[in-house]
């Protein structure tokens, strides 16, 4: 049994047959989010990139929980100089974990870790993540325009389930994603990475009604709602 439950903006908790495989824990800072850092358990978290809005509360979960921390490598090593277990990767490379495999995709986005004082950390590439785990494949965007690579991610494999940005602004806007949807012909797409701020306020049902004409299944998700794969 495989659950996806979204926590606000880009912040996704999986129940992969009781392993929990948190992503992007922006909770505390999140005018969105109906959960508390310190109400998330987790065996493992997963970060696409270092910006303040997908690193979020990884490090103090991490430190609590003991989850090991999954991330490009550079990311990853800023993690682990924190005191966190961590398991570094890069762009396609996969990797088979307890709970299923993960390969990292390409994003096209930013990685640096904006500091408070504006000093700021740039933490390599940004990446997505493409799952294997019971038979099932899911493909999680992280924050990226669209690329006409996602045509190959979909050709190559039997999506049962996408998670995209439709937030436009920092990343795909509704028109591009449903274009991402069309190239990754999924059984069901998931909308993220909107609604947070005014700024990426877009309506989800726009992106459910684009996609509905390409031939593929929308699902809104309420924050704190869950998807459940059959
Ligand atoms: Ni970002
Ligand atoms: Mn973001």
Known sequence: ??????????????????????????????????????????????????????????IDIAKRTGAMVVAPYELASYCGAQGLEVHPMHIGGGHD???????????????????????????????????????????????????????????RNRLDLAILPIGDNFTMGIEDAVTAAEYLKPKVVIPMHYGTWELIDVDPQLFVDGVEKVGVKGVILEVGGSYALE
Request: glycine share 12%.
């Open 97 to 155: 974990f307890p709970f299923g495999r993960v390969q990292l995709t390409i994003a096209h986005h930013g990685s640096a870790l904006v500091e408070d004082d504006g000093r700021t950390i740039y933490l390599g590439n940004p990446c997505g993540f493409l799952f294997k785990v019971q038979g099932k494949c899911i493909y999680f965007a992280g924050d990226t325009g669209l690329f006409l690579d996602m045509k190959l991610i979909g050709d």
């Open 1 to 58: 049994m495989i659950t996806a439950t979204w926590h606000g903006h880009s912040c996704y908790l999986f129940d992969f047959d009781g392993t929990k495989v948190l992503l992007d824990p922006f909770l505390s800072e999140s005018p969105t989010a109906d959960v508390k850092p310190d109400e998330v358990e987790t065996d493992f978290i997963l970060l696409t990139h270092g910006h303040g809005d997908h690193v979020g509360d990884a």
